[in-house]
């Protein structure tokens, strides 16, 4: 989290680091992790090359503050989902903010969350920080599920069915597949909702 001076407005270093960061994310997602520098962060970013190392450093700290910034934007993605969701009817909600057609999952920081559970591979600590990411998404999910369906068990399987679904259509958005890509995989996951078993299927 960047730090923020004056009366609750970000220091001009906060916006620069931000810019900085959106540079690098967006670089990563046009040439992969391992073909990202600090020289095509410095186009992206439209700043000298001397400024981009102010901020980010070599490139053993660039990698580092990526995974940083990454895993931290998912993390408030997935908290800013919880706030999103009303008191009642939170799982039809969930789908629709999940599938809906706005911009909401931003293409690039989906390509940077890929990027970083590739490199996860080899690296332990990054590979333990994505799966706490993934998997306490997939606990909010099953939370907001849980309103309609008591069982924690069937919620939890729909939701790992609905976080499924979630990341396969948003990890190909940069394909730009038809519209009725996004609309199936929203169809989908009301079906596995609606075929979980609720409290009044299990009166009956």
Known sequence: MTQRSGVGRPSNRDERYEQIMQALVCCVSKFGLEGTTLKNVADEAGLKRPLIRHHLGNRDDMIEALHNYVLARFDADVENLVRALPHKNKADALVDILF?????????????????????????????????????????????????????????????????????????????????????????????????????????
């Open 100 to 204: 809906s057609d706005r911009a909401a999952s931003d293409p690039d920081m989906t390509m940077a969350f890929a990027a970083l559970t590739s490199s996860a591979r080899e690296n332990a600590e990054l590979r333990e920080r994505c799966r706490k990411c993934i998997l306490r998404f997939e606990e909010v999910v099953a939370g907001a599920l849980s309103n309609d369906i008591t069982d924690n068990r069937a919620a939890g399987q729909a939701a790992h069915g609905i976080v499924a679904l979630y990341f396969n259509a948003t990890s190909l958005a940069t394909l730009q597949m038809p519209n009725i890509w996004m609309a199936q995989a929203k169809e989908l996951a009301r079906e596995l909702i609606k075929m979980t078993p609720h409290d009044e299927d299990r009166s009956n």
